[in-house]
């Protein structure tokens, strides 16, 4: 059994009808000693992310259209007993069924967008007017990375940054994961890919899955953004 499991925050609906209960399908595996940085529960030492790859909405203002998530932290030396083919998901859509593949991380430095920063520091940058508005010439602001990552800062590209809370504990949300439909290059990474052949998913509009975990127990409920 795992250690401790992930759930979503509240208020959600799922929109397909499958009789009985539906596999789902592993969408990305990580190990401490691959990516350190992780939040891992004591005890812990691999993070599964689940999908069920059918549509489901959020409710009220939070808009959502995409996969449910599920979250698992196991100890990988207590998994013992091993599926040799994974169930097929019952999936009425199909696109957010990934196929089989394999991180080549790197680690980059990454700033969030302006428009997330503190005032505090905001107002401090040389191209940030005293009212808040920002000159023209800021280019050099760093890019925020668009791919999958671990950690790091949202992209927003198709929603403005909205600051999420813990409905646990009411700490503000930091993202912990975000999958991508597409993995880029940009001037962040400077590293030689074979390829950045598409995982097969789409999230949005050829955009991300984000999961935003609390800071203080990433068992608390987390939130899905699609952005
Ligand atoms: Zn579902
Ligand atoms: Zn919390
Ligand atoms: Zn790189």
């Known amino acids: 059994m795992p250690t401790s499991s992930g759930r979503p925050q509240e208020g959600w609906t799922a929109e397909h009808e499958v009789e009985g209960s539906i596999a ?14 992780l939040p891992f529960p004591e005890g812990t030492d691999l993070l599964q992310v689940l999908l069920c ?9 939070d808009y959502y259209y995409g996969p449910a998530a599920h979250l ?16 097929q998901p019952a999936s009425v859509g199909g696109e957010f069924v990934p196929r089989p593949c394999v991180f080549a991380p790197c680690q980059v430095v990454e700033y969030p967008v302006l428009d997330e920063l503190p005032d505090e520091i905001k107002l401090t940058l ?9 000159d023209d010439d800021y ?8 791919g999958s990552k671990v950690g790091g800062w949202a992209f927003w590209w198709q929603s403005s940054p909205s600051k999420l809370d813990c409905q646990d504990c009411g700490a503000g949300l930091r993202l912990l994961l975000s999958l991508h439909t ?7 990474c400077s590293c030689e890919q074979d390829q950045l052949d598409p995982v097969g998913w789409e999230f949005g509009r050829q955009g991300a899955l984000n999961i ?16």
């Open 24 to 37: 789902l399908v592993g969408a990305v595996q990580l190990f401490r000693r691959d990516f350190p940085g």
């Open 53 to 61: 790859p059918n549509e489901h909405e959020g409710s009220g203002s």
């Open 182 to 188: 597409y993995e880029h290059k940009d001037e962040l």
């Open 72 to 87: 698992v932290w196991r100890a990988s030396a207590e998994v013992t007993e091993v599926v040799g083919q994974p169930p």
């Open 126 to 134: 040389s191209f940030v007017q005293p009212g808040g508005f920002v």
């Open 139 to 146: 280019e050099d602001w760093p890019p925020v990375g668009q």
């Open 212 to 227: 935003f975990a609390c800071p203080n127990d990433v068992t608390h409920a987390f939130k899905l953004h699609i952005d």
